[in-house]
């Protein structure tokens, strides 16, 4: 599982709440992504970091708030939830321990209602 | 940037034929071509990978075409098995670079 953890795994909330995903890793890699899928778009990049306090925007980064204060965790932060934010979310990891494949954690369900 | 096409959205065989996806990309620059495999629920996960110096990768039952003049790429999976049934992923990327993710195949082996 490439030592990646989601959490949470599951979470409903309201519209307009903010909402944290957290994503931690045991095995010091470099970079960290947050995709989300949705029926008919297959997997989408929001943001990713290349280090510590070093991110960038994907492509779909509207609406969503990056931060990565250590290496082992990327936080990813809805500021108001919207309605078309419900989707899974899925951390990834790659560096140079996993040959520079990108491995996805076990991903998280978020419902806004 | 990159945009990656794949088809078809949906695949069904009979257990023991073989499944062709396709993928086609617009980078002519991307060489790292990774599928994943996703189960209903589960998490993507790396099945195959090919980098451009290479024509053709196998392992087992899947293997992976590379055509770099054409801009395309393929999944094989021969003797399909019903524990094939998955959706798969194509994607695409320069190496070091984010992977784009073409929109996914849904196989359906029926025994």
């Known amino acids: 599982d490439a030592g990646i953890t989601q959490s949470p795994r599951h979470k409903v909330t309201e519209t307009g709440t903010p909402v944290t995903l957290r994503c931690h890793q045991t095995?010091?890699?470099?970079?960290m992504y947050w995709y989300r899928q949705d029926p008919g778009h297959g997997l989408r990049l929001i943001h990713y970091s290349y280090g510590v306090k070093d991110t960038d925007k994907g492509e779909v980064s509207d609406g969503y708030s990056v931060s990565r204060s250590k290496t082992e965790d990327f936080l990813l932060t809805l500021e108001s939830a919207t309605s078309s934010q419900t989707s899974v979310y899925f951390c990834?990891?790659?560096?140079?321990?996993?040959?520079?494949?990108?491995?996805f954690g076990e991903g998280s369900w978020l419902t806004v209602v | 940037g990159e945009n990656v096409e794949q088809h078809p959205s949906t695949l069904s065989v009979q257990e023991g034929d073989s499944a062709v996806i396709k993928c086609t990309y617009s980078?002519?620059?991307?060489?790292?071509f990774p599928w994943y495999k996703q189960e209903l629920g589960k998490r993507p996960q790396l099945i195959i990978d090919i980098r451009s110096n290479v024509g053709e990768k196998k392992d087992q039952r899947i293997a992976v075409t590379l055509n770099k003049t054409a801009k395309h790429f393929s999944l094989h999976i021969t003797e399909t098995q019903p524990e094939d049934s998955a959706v798969y992923f194509c994607?695409?990327?320069?190496?070091?670079?984010?992977?784009?993710f073409g929109g996914g195949t849904r196989l359906m082996v029926k025994p």
């Open positions: 095995e010091n890699h470099r970079y």
């Open positions: 994607a695409a990327s320069r190496e070091g670079n984010m992977l784009t």
């Open positions: 990834a990891i790659s560096g140079q321990r996993s040959g520079n494949t990108i491995y």
């Open positions: 980078d002519s620059a991307s060489n790292y």
